[in-house]
């Protein structure tokens, strides 16, 4: 491929079976690797059968190290775990405006290590979108004056975004919070406001806000 390392029809470097062969034949002498012989293959006539048992040198480790190999693995997806976006409702406040319409602000942060849109990369390649989706929804004699059914919001960045490993307390002295975001609605009429924003990697996060619309 490209003038790299010689591949052979399965699309693997010739030099990583070497290698494999070799360190199966070290530590499991006879184990994964069968030697070739003769078959009578009753719609292909001769053929050789043997070679290397791809289920557990390739598909998974050999079984003396299957558990170890798990270990680690679940070790990264609980670790993983512990670094995903964590978003919460930090406040909800209603504010009448006048004229029967009410102003509702909500408050969300990202309490957890890593933004709502997992990295950057993710928004650059599209694998996500670059805002998050927010379902607005009024209940009968309710209206919208500022905002409307399908809206987006800023993704929220995570304490990733104060940390140094070198310096692993996060900085301080910033103007503005990147882990907190705010929707903001103008609404007429009275009913329960219910909110929810799809984050993506951040999950899903909804809200339900009682609006009492002021005397006109």
């Known amino acids: 491929m490209g003038g790299g390392p010689k591949m052979d029809g399965i699309g693997s470097r010739v030099e990583d079976y070497v290698t494999l062969y070799k360190y199966l034949d070290e530590n499991f002498p006879g184990r994964y690797i069968k030697d070739w012989e003769e078959f009578d293959h009753p719609q292909l006539g001769p053929v050789e059968i043997g070679g290397l048992n791809s289920k557990w040198c390739q ?15 679940t070790e990264f997806a609980l670790g993983m775990v512990g670094v995903l976006p964590v978003v919460k409702i930090k406040d909800a406040v209603v504010t009448p405006v006048g004229g029967g319409a009410s102003k509702v602000v909500i408050t969300y942060i990202n309490v957890g290590f890593l933004p709502t849109n997992g990295t950057a990369k993710a928004i650059t390649t599209k694998a996500i979108r670059p805002q998050a989706n927010v379902t607005v929804s009024l209940p009968a004699g309710m209206e919208f004056v500022v905002g409307a059914k399908m809206m987006e919001i800023d ?32 609404v007429t009429g009275s009913g329960e406001v219910s909110v929810e924003v799809d984050w993506q990697r951040g999950g899903v996060t909804a809200a339900a806000v009682k609006v009492t619309a002021a005397a006109l």
């Open 59 to 73: 598909q998974n480790p050999p079984p003396e190290l299957l558990e170890q190999e798990c270990i680690k693995n």
């Open 155 to 186: 993704h929220l960045s995570g304490r990733s975004s104060s940390y140094v490993p070198t310096a692993p307390v996060p900085r301080m002295g910033s103007a503005t919070n990147p882990h907190e975001g705010q929707l903001e609605l103008v």
